[in-house]
Antibody, heavy 118, light 111 residues
């Protein structure tokens, strides 16, 4: 069965960096586009970034452009999100998700919490 | 402020039907497929509807989706207490800042 497991979240000071990972299993990872979505405490969903199956096409939300970098290692069945220059407003649960059709997100991980605070 | 507009809350009695609206623009809903997600308390979102009106395997036909112009609607019939959740619409936005966009979410209460 499809499994997505995020890791790497934690407490970081403003201006700091963090790298999130998403380990995929139960499907051919290299066949699928992937995405990161976040949800601030008590708030709605916010799309963060999107990467094609080969990694050649990438999109970012304006709120993270220039600070976050999405990448993938198809040999390791893993998705990554490098987060630099973190701000308090980046505090959220970060989910990785597998694209189902078009842009829809068919499978989601359980999420990892990132807290940016001094 | 979300790009897509949803009502903050809806409610209905068990067994009844409810609809949740999602309004956007020509750069998003008007020219792209819409998907809908259910988020039960304390859990990750789950895909309910994709490509405007298709259901992934395992999603009961009590859930339906439709789209007209720059608006989309999620319908849920035969409401159950287990349907109490937050519901989000989502789509791609093809504007200069291309990317995914979500509605602000609708809290469904089954009275």
């Amino acid at each position: 069965q499809v499994q997505l497991v995020e890791s790497g979240g934690g407490l970081v000071k403003p201006g700091g960096s963090l790298r999130l990972s998403c380990a995929a299993s139960g499907f051919t990872f290299s066949d699928y586009y992937m995405s990161w979505i976040r949800q601030a405490p008590g708030k709605g969903l916010e799309w963060v970034s999107y990467i094609s199956s080969s990694g050649s096409t990438i999109y970012y939300a304006d709120s993270v452009k220039g600070r976050f970098t999405i990448s993938r290692d198809n040999a390791k069945n893993s998705l990554y999100l490098q987060m630099n220059s973190l701000r308090a407003e980046d505090t959220a649960v970060y989910y990785c998700a597998r694209v189902h059709s078009g842009w829809s997100l068919g499978y989601w991980g359980q999420g990892t919490l990132v807290t940016v605070s001094s | 402020q979300s790009v897509l507009t949803q009502p903050p809350s809806v409610s209905a009695a068990p067994g009844q039907k409810v609809t949740i609206s999602c309004s956007g623009s020509s750069s998003n809903i008007g020219n792209n497929y819409v998907s809908w997600y259910q988020q039960l308390p304390g859990t990750a979102p789950k895909l309910l509807i994709y490509d405007n009106n298709k259901r992934p395997s395992g999603i009961p036909d009590r859930f339906s989706g439709s789209k007209s112009g720059t608006s989309a609607t999620l319908g849920i019939t035969g409401l159950q207490t287990g349907d109490e959740a937050d519901y989000y619409c989502g789509t791609w936005d093809s504007s200069l800042s291309a990317g995914g966009v979500f509605g602000g979410g609708t809290k469904l209460t089954v009275l």
